[in-house]
Antibody, heavy 123, light 107 residues
Framework: QVQLVESGGGVVQPGRSLRLFCAASGFNFSDYAIHWVRQRPGQGLEWVAVISKDGSDKFYEDPVKGRFTVSRDNSRDRLYLQMHNVRAADTAVYYC????????????????WGQGALVSVSS | DIQMTQSPSTLSASVGDRVTITCRASQDISSWLAWYQQKPGKAPELLIYKTSSLESGVPSRFSGSGSGTEFTLTISSLQPDDFATYYCQQYKSYVITFGQGTRLEIK
């Protein structure tokens, strides 16, 4: 079955860096665009970034532009989120999620989600 | 970016009730709208896509409607398992956005 498993979360000091991982299984990873979505404690869902199937296109929400980088390794069925210069506002559970119909027209809906990785930014 | 606004933020209802959640987009998104259910401590789960298409395995008591800027999610007869938080999401372009969520609680 389709499975996405995030890892790499933890406590990080403000201004430091952290790298999140998302391991995919149960489907042909290179056929799907993947999103990062975060959820601050007690808050709603916030889209963070998306990467296309082959990694050639990437889009980010404004608060993370220039600080976060999404990448993927299709040979290893893995997705990454490199976070630099983290802030308290980046404290959240980070989910990776599969986009079912991403194409030249844009993103679509998210049909499979990981269990999330908690990132806590604190000094 | 397209802003999504859900109402109400919280909804109290009883088992067996029919409930409706509304989602409004800040601009025309045609039918590019999805709905998710999230339970505490769990990842969201897809319920409906393209406004009214039911995801496989989702009970038929869930339905969606609308177009353009106004959309609704209806649960025809609430079951105990339905008490959760619901989110709408637009996907008109590469940048997707979610509504702020509607918490459905037991009256």
């Amino acid at each position: 079955q389709v499975q996405l498993v995030e890892s790499g979360g933890g406590v990080v000091q403000p201004g430091r860096s952290l790298r999140l991982f998302c391991a995919a299984s149960g489907f042909n990873f290179s056929d799907y665009a993947i999103h990062w979505v975060r959820q601050r404690p007690g808050q709603g869902l916030e889209w963070v970034a998306v990467i296309s199937k082959d990694g050639s296109d990437k889009f980010y929400e404004d608060p993370v532009k220039g600080r976060f980088t999404v990448s993927r390794d299709n040979s290893r069925d893995r997705l990454y989120l490199q976070m630099h210069n983290v802030r308290a506002a980046d404290t959240a559970v980070y989910y990776c999620a599969r986009d079912r119909h991403y194409d030249d027209n844009g993103s679509s809906f998210l049909d499979s989600w990981g269990q999330g990785a908690l990132v806590s930014v604190s000094s | 970016d397209i802003q999504m606004t859900q109402s109400p933020s919280t909804l109290s209802a009883s088992v067996g009730d029919r409930v409706t959640i509304t989602c409004r987009a800040s601009q025309d998104i045609s039918s590019w709208l999805a709905w998710y259910q999230q339970k505490p401590g769990k990842a969201p789960e897809l319920l409906i896509y393209k406004t009214s298409s039911l995801e496989s395995g989702v009970p038929s008591r869930f339905s969606g409607s609308g177009s353009g800027t106004e959309f609704t999610l209806t649960i025809s007869s609430l079951q105990p398992d339905d008490f959760a938080t619901y989110y709408c999401q637009q996907y008109k372009s590469y940048v997707i956005t979610f509504g702020q969520g509607t918490r459905l609680e037991i009256k």
